[in-house]
């Protein structure tokens, strides 16, 4: 009898039943998008090659990928990228995966850098940066923008810069190390930030794949999970110009919470926008 081959397509029945023995959500198409990333084909590339045995390197490489799948790993950090804003981002383990609720923060803040009263040069900063996705998706959208994005780890920095790089936009941002807000760079027209806002006691009860991996000072927002937005929220009027908007990335129920902590400070014209689970997700206020 002939031996057994493992072609693409053996290769991934067999993936699939196992990520799904292991309880995972996405078995086929997590299967696929590894086996694809490791080819170097995209998944209609698997397709027309389901028939291809697969190399014995390419069968321990991607064992290994399995591996770390079943061990909860992302695939995000498995696959060393994520995609935000139709653009790819390097990730790793010193950044939150860009979560794709984040575009809505984009997008608003796109809506409010087109009215006119915001005067050139259109200034933005954005707080806790991550992996750079947000400021390097405003970079690439809006060519007259001067963005500065801080990140209090140097790690996150560092993948930051190397991702603006990458798309092109490295000379736009300015990246600063530091909490919060950065000294000697204001005034800004437009202030955005998706702070760490789960509740301390919860960051235990989030997924594996999160509260194993992720780095959790990205995350936790303190015993209420609200330390964050208070920070930003009290620091913010002194880095805005008058008629410049602050836009906030929220957890689910905690727009009334934020949206108090917003009015306490003197902000105006709050509003709130849904994601597309209907999860008011992002605030908006004006400074007036
Ligand atoms: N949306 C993220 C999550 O649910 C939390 C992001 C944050 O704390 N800013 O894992």
Known sequence: MAQERWTVLKVLKWTTEHFQEKGMENPRLEAEVLLAHLLGVDRVGLYLNYDKPLKEEERKAYREMIQRRTAREPVAYILGYKEFWSLRFKVGPECLIPRPETEHLVEETLRLAAQEHLSLPLRILEIGTGCGAM?????????????????????????????????????????????????????????????????????????????????????????????????????????????????????????????????????????????????????????E
């Open 135 to 287: 400021a390097v998706a405003l970079a690439k959208e809006l060519k007259e923008a001067h963005i500065v994005a801080t990140d209090i780890s140097p790690h996150a920095l560092s993948l930051a810069k190397e991702n603006a790089q990458a798309h092109g936009v490295g000379e736009r941002i300015k990246f600063v190390q530091g909490d919060l807000f950065p000294p000697g760079e204001a005034p800004f027209c437009l202030i955005i930030s998706n702070p760490p806002y789960i509740i301390t006691e919860d960051l235990f009860q989030l997924a594996p794949e999160v509260k194993d991996y992720e780095p959790l000072d990205a995350l936790d927002g303190g015993g209420n999970g609200l330390r964050f937005f208070r920070e930003i929220a009290q620091g913010s009027s002194g880095y805005l110009i008058k008629g410049g908007w602050l836009l906030l990335e929220m957890g689910e129920g905690q727009a009334p919470k934020v949206t108090n902590i917003l009015e306490e400070v003197g902000f105006t014209h709050i509003e709130l926008v849904p994601d597309y689970a209907g999860v008011k997700r992002v605030i908006r206020t004006q400074r």
